[in-house]
């Protein structure tokens, strides 16, 4: 039998300087639908379950600085530059 994935359940609360972020009640950034921490700043980070994850695009983003960082369950892509790299190396690598 085949076990279902539980699904994490994340609460939003202010950074207390303008910012955003989700957290599970362990106090884990998580978020699946978006940024787990978006800084007053604009600076964005994706993560899923306490790690840095994205799949459509850079899991970290200062945009004012023009910085850009690609993360695949924690381990940061280092050879990957945009996101058309990053879908297409999904799409040619079985990575799960």
Known sequence: MKRKKKKLVS???????????W????????????PAIIRSNG????????KYHREDGPAIEFPAQNYYKFY???????FITNT??????LKNKAFW
């Open 11 to 21: 609460i939003r609360l202010s950074d207390g300087a303008g910012g955003t972020m």
């Open 84 to 89: 058309a790299q990053l879908l297409s190396y």
């Open 23 to 34: 957290q599970t009640a362990k106090g884990v950034y998580h978020r699946e639908d978006g």
């Open 43 to 50: 600076n964005k980070y994706w993560m899923y379950n306490g």
């Open 72 to 78: 695949l369950h924690g381990k940061e892509m280092s």
